[in-house]
Structures are given as structure tokens and as C-alpha cells.
T-cell receptor, first 114, second 111 residues
Framework: DTEVTQTPKHLVMGMTNKKSLKCEQH?????MYWYKQKAKKPPELMFV???????INESVPSRFSPECPNSSLLNLHLHALQPEDSALYLC?????????????FGEGSRLTVL | GENVEQHPSTLSVQEGDSAVIKCTYS??????FPWYKQELGKGPQLIID?????GEKKDQRIAVTLNKTAKHFSLHITETQPEDSAVYFC??????????FGAGTRLTVKP
């Protein structure tokens, strides 16, 4: 069982909806990540939080808005998405920011934008 | 930035045979090379990693080799089993913030 929990597992939303993806880890890790994975492609980094502060934003459109309420939680707020944003969104954590070291991935939230 | 190439994109082997997946990287500053296995409907999971001060690492049926001069590293799976069937990603980085994944290899182990 993964120690990084993501909810919901599946989400279908229209282009005008506002929704959120949630991620939780209780391993005491101080770095958390959002990745986007399209079908048959590798994960692509979107955001990095180090010690609950946003440290990396890989030029992601503003319709994606991350939030880190505390050291265990990571949210990704979605608004006015496009059909091409349909993908598997993976949350990951690592023990220390920078590392390098193992990334612990959740099982992902599969998003479909209609 | 780092660029990682991975080959082959698909690999089919008979149960019990060996499987080899190869990756090359571009940034000589990269010093950490993990391999992740992603099963259908799941997130990637680390299976083995190697750091640049080591040339080879083995964990039971899985081994990884690293050639820093040539900037390539390989995953070797021996005595393959059907449960090894999955997509395998190599990656390279100097720190986790710049980790770049290869395109992936879909391994099928036929019983």
C-alpha cells in the first residue's frame, strides 16, 4: 500500500467547474510534488513544495493553483481547465527538499475534462 | 537541463529470460539515477537506484550499472516473472527538483 494518499481517484469536470485534488502523507517528509502524466508518457514535474513553501513552478498555467496547508497535505485547485488537461495527476513526497532521493508516489487522480 | 533517453520502448521476453533496459543522460552534473516501476492504475514505485560514486548495484534479481564516462546506465532483470510486467522509467538528476524521466519501457513477460 502506498503511503501517499490521493483523492479522488477519478474526477470528471466541465471546463467551467472548480475542483480540487488532495494529497496526504504521514511519513514526515518535507518536500511534496505534483506531477502530470499523460497516457503512455513519463511523469512531468509541475510544482515542488519545500518546507511548505512553493519552490518550483514549472511554468504551469494559472488554471492550476497549488496549496500546501501544512507539512502533511498538498492540494491542487483546478479552475477553467481545458480538455488537453485530462491526465493522471500524481502527488509525490521525499524526505528532504532537494535530496536527491526516493520519490514516494501516490496512486494518482485521473482527471477527465469535458 | 537534463535530457534522458530510454530504449527500448517495448520489450517482450519469455518467463525466466533476462531483460535489459538502457538509458542515456546529457547533464554531467547528474549524480542520482533511480529506476521506477509503474503497474497499471498505480503510481511509479522505486525499484532500485544508484549514485554516481558507484558503478553497479544489485538487489536480488534486479541490478543497475552506471557508466559515468559514457553517460549511460542500464537496468537488468534476471529470471523474469509475469509480475515483472509493467512500465519501467529511468531518471537522472542532481537534485529531486530537476529529476527528468525517460520515456518509459513497457515490459511484457510471457508465461
Amino acid at each position: 500500500d502506498t503511503e501517499v494518499t490521493q483523492t479522488p481517484k477519478h474526477l470528471v469536470m466541465g471546463m467551467t467547474n472548480k475542483k480540487s485534488l488532495k494529497c496526504e502523507q504521514h511519513m514526515g517528509h518535507r518536500a511534496m510534488y505534483w506531477y502530470k502524466q499523460k497516457a503512455k508518457k513519463p511523469p512531468e514535474l509541475m510544482f515542488v513544495y519545500s518546507y511548505e513553501k512553493l519552490s518550483i513552478n514549472e511554468s504551469v498555467p494559472s488554471r492550476f493553483s497549488p496549496e500546501c496547508p501544512n507539512s502533511s497535505l498538498l492540494n491542487l485547485h483546478l479552475h477553467a481547465l481545458q480538455p488537453e488537461d485530462s491526465a493522471l495527476y500524481l502527488c509525490a513526497s521525499s524526505q528532504e527538499p532537494g535530496g536527491p532521493g526516493e520519490l514516494f508516489f501516490g496512486e494518482g487522480s485521473r482527471l477527465t475534462v469535458l | 537541463g537534463e535530457n534522458v533517453e530510454q530504449h527500448p520502448s517495448t520489450l517482450s521476453v519469455q518467463e525466466g529470460d533476462s531483460a535489459v533496459i538502457k538509458c542515456t543522460y546529457s547533464d554531467s552534473a547528474s549524480n542520482y539515477f533511480p529506476w521506477y516501476k509503474q503497474e497499471l492504475g498505480k503510481g511509479p514505485q522505486l525499484i532500485i537506484d544508484i549514485r554516481s560514486n558507484v558503478g553497479e548495484k544489485k538487489d536480488q534479481r534486479i541490478a543497475v550499472t552506471l557508466n559515468k564516462t559514457a553517460k549511460h546506465f542500464s537496468l537488468h532483470i534476471t529470471e523474469t516473472q509475469p509480475e515483472d510486467s509493467a512500465v519501467y522509467f529511468c531518471a537522472a538528476c542532481y537534485n529531486n527538483n530537476d529529476m527528468r524521466f525517460g520515456a518509459g519501457t513497457r515490459l511484457t513477460v510471457k508465461p
